[in-house]
């Protein structure tokens, strides 16, 4: 069983090694948050593979902690590449 | 028993995951991509993540709801993430590739302009 769980460990960082190749290469900046999404969810699957391996709950808290930063950060950046700007500031009304 | 198909649902998860990843390296556009990168590898993760949580619940008797958290929250922000990233390579006027049929949204933003 431990050698199933080991070849499933050595495919998800396959996986990773593959979206660092798009992050690398990839021609427009979509593509690589795009990788940098995919990247963080392989990641989500790697540490419950490894909390099963190594005979542990300590690591569960890692999931909802990486699912979290993945999706904010997608959206900071979706927001980035679309407007230039992330936090947008309050614009005065034309009165002076 | 239930080990065994919590650690073939982990495999199959893997195995997901390296034909998304292959997806992301072949396809020829940033909106196909996403197709790879949101859809396969949010089945991926959702199958490796119940593969854990039967393994716990099988073989120590723990029912984790932080393994339940996960899985219902990829499962809901992964599409959302998917489409926010789509959309905002389109207003900044990614190309298609050029084996793609027609450009679907194109008439209708030119219809109704919207200066942002």
Redesign the interface.
């Given at each position: 069983?431990m050698l199933?769980?080991t070849?499933?460990?050595m495919?998800?960082t396959?996986?990773?090694f593959?979206?660092l190749?798009?992050i690398i290469v990839g021609p427009?900046?979509?593509?690589r948050?795009?990788?940098l999404?995919?990247i963080g969810?392989?990641l989500?699957?790697l540490v419950?593979?490894f909390?099963?391996v190594l005979h542990t709950?300590a690591y569960?808290?890692v999931?909802?902690i990486v699912?979290?930063l993945?999706?904010i950060s997608?959206?900071g950046?979706?927001?980035f590449?679309?407007?230039g700007e992330i936090v947008e500031h309050e614009h005065d009304d034309g009165m002076d | 028993m239930m080990e065994w198909i919590s650690v073939f649902l982990i495999l199959t998860g893997s195995i997901m995951a390296v034909i998304s990843a292959f997806g992301i390296l072949r396809l020829p556009d940033v909106y196909t991509r996403s197709h790879a990168a949101t859809k396969s590898s949010t089945l991926a993760v959702l199958l490796s993540l119940l593969g854990a949580f039967i393994y716990f619940w099988a073989n120590e008797g723990f029912i984790s709801i932080r393994l339940l958290l996960g899985i219902i929250f990829v499962f809901i922000t992964a599409p959302v993430a998917g489409h926010i990233i789509t959309r905002a390579a389109y207003r900044s006027k990614v190309k298609l590739a050029s084996s793609s049929g027609e450009d679907a949204l194109k008439p209708y933003l030119e219809k109704s302009p919207k200066d942002n």
């Open positions: 069983m199933v769980l070849i499933s460990l495919l998800f396959c996986a990773i593959i979206a190749y798009r427009s900046m979509p593509d948050v795009v990788a999404d995919m969810v392989n989500i699957s419950a593979v909390s099963i709950h569960l808290e999931i909802l699912g979290i993945a999706f997608t959206v950046l979706a927001r590449v679309e407007r | -």
